[in-house]
């Protein structure tokens, strides 16, 4: 078994879960935020057998979007210096990030 965690934009999360579920795969859904953007995201917990995990990647890839944001420039007064950009700089976002984990064991009660 594998637990895929998936970090996807909150816009494409409604259209992925949709999908999920007409393939009967089951998910849970964490409200998320990137660490540089610090923007809220989504991380998908999506519990699969072995078999399984390629066709999920593939409705995840189907359903997320790469968009372009604006990262506007930050003070870095009462802020951390480490994080300053003097200038507004375009980063794509997406369309998802993914990890594949190993499940050891899986119980439901
Ligand atoms: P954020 O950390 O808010 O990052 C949003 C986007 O900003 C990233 O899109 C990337 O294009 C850009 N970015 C991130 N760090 C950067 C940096 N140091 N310099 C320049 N640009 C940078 P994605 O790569 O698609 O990531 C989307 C979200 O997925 C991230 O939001 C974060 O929440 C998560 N993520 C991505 N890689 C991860 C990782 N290795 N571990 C954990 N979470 C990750």
Avoid: W
């Amino acid at each position: 078994m594998k637990l895929i965690m998936a970090i996807v934009q909150d816009k494409d999360t409604n259209r992925l879960t949709d999908a999920l579920a007409e393939h009967d795969y089951k998910s849970t859904k964490l409200a998320t935020r990137g660490g540089f953007l610090k923007e809220g995201n989504t991380t998908l917990m999506i519990g699969v057998d072995d078999g399984q995990v390629d066709h999920v990647l593939e409705i995840i890839e189907e359903n997320c979007s790469k968009r372009d944001q604006m990262v506007a420039p930050i003070s870095p007064m009462g802020g951390n210096a480490d994080s300053y950009i003097p200038k507004p700089v375009k980063v794509e976002v997406g369309g998802a990030n993914v990890f594949v984990l190993p499940v050891e064991s899986f119980f439901h009660f």
